[in-house]
């Protein structure tokens, strides 16, 4: 079992930047996959990126270029720095667990935080 928590959201103005960090708890962090999803009002939860346990990563179009994506297997954390935040990527924004591969669908992440909101202004 794997616990999810993410921290680091809040509110900024357009162009502005935000780390969200992603604590989990469990021996095999290392292992896993992890991913970050978001999900804004009346819209469906949407892939952002996605780093393996090599440390190979992937990124959805929409953020490619202004967020990254890394990990620290000693802390057993993944942060989400983003960089030149626009309004639509307000959402809430979710850290996910997967034991391998580098997966962009949401069912096939295995565990979940809880989320942590990002507002951006205009």
């Known amino acids: 079992q794997v616990q999810l928590v993410e921290s680091g959201g809040g509110l900024v103005q357009a162009g502005g930047s935000l780390r969200l960090s992603c604590a989990a708890s469990g021996r095999t962090f290392s292992s896993y996959a992890m991913g970050w999803f978001r999900q804004a009002p009346g819209k469906e939860r949407e892939f952002v990126t996605t780093?393996?346990?090599?440390?190979?990563?992937y990124y959805a179009e929409s953020v490619k270029g202004r967020f990254t994506i890394s990990r620290d297997n000693a802390k057993n954390t993944v942060y989400l720095q983003m960089n030149s935040l626009k309004p639509e990527d307000t959402a809430v924004y979710y850290c996910a667990a997967r034991g391998g591969g580098l997966p962009r669908l949401s069912p096939d992440y295995d565990y979940w935080g809880q989320g942590t909101q990002v507002t951006v202004s205009s």
């Open positions: 780093i393996g346990w090599t440390g190979a990563t």
